[in-house]
């Protein structure tokens, strides 16, 4: 089982990326996958889940509107949009699988795979 996130990198404050993960090694739309964070000397956080076909998705409050996950099953992968980023968000980025989001999908103990994660710097 492997994910793989990328897409991280420099931005200036108020622009945005598009980061990915693609998935092997398992039958991706079996799963729904979620994205978190992690901030130098802060906790990990979720960021957002999709589920397995794409039709329900979760965000934490923080977002406001301003990032967008979805996925391509055909593809095996999954997308996250980031706009209007601003400095505080400044993290790694992580993908990890569990078999849906729910009403516990912040809950990092009950997603069974992750992946290393890409960089995201807000920077002016």
């Known amino acids: 089982v492997q994910l793989q996130a990328s897409g991280g990198g420099l931005v200036q404050p108020g622009g945005s990326l598009r980061l990915s993960c693609v998935a092997s090694?398992?039958?991706?739309?079996?799963?729904?996958i979620a994205w978190f964070r992690q901030a130098p000397g802060k906790e990990r956080e979720g960021v957002s889940c999709?589920?397995?076909?794409?039709?329900?998705?979760n965000y934490a409050d923080f977002v406001k509107g301003r990032f967008t996950i979805s996925r391509d099953n055909a593809k095996n992968t999954v997308y996250l949009q980031l706009d209007k980023l601003n400095p505080e968000e400044t993290a790694v980025y992580s993908c990890?699988?569990?078999?849906?989001?729910?009403?516990?999908?912040?809950?990092?103990?009950?997603?069974?795979?992750w992946g290393q994660g890409t960089q995201v710097t807000v920077s002016s």
């Open positions: 090694g398992f039958t991706f739309e079996d799963y729904a």
């Open positions: 999709i589920s397995s076909f794409g039709g329900t998705t």
């Open positions: 990890a699988k569990r078999r849906w989001c729910g009403g516990s999908w912040r809950r990092q103990e009950e997603y069974d795979s």
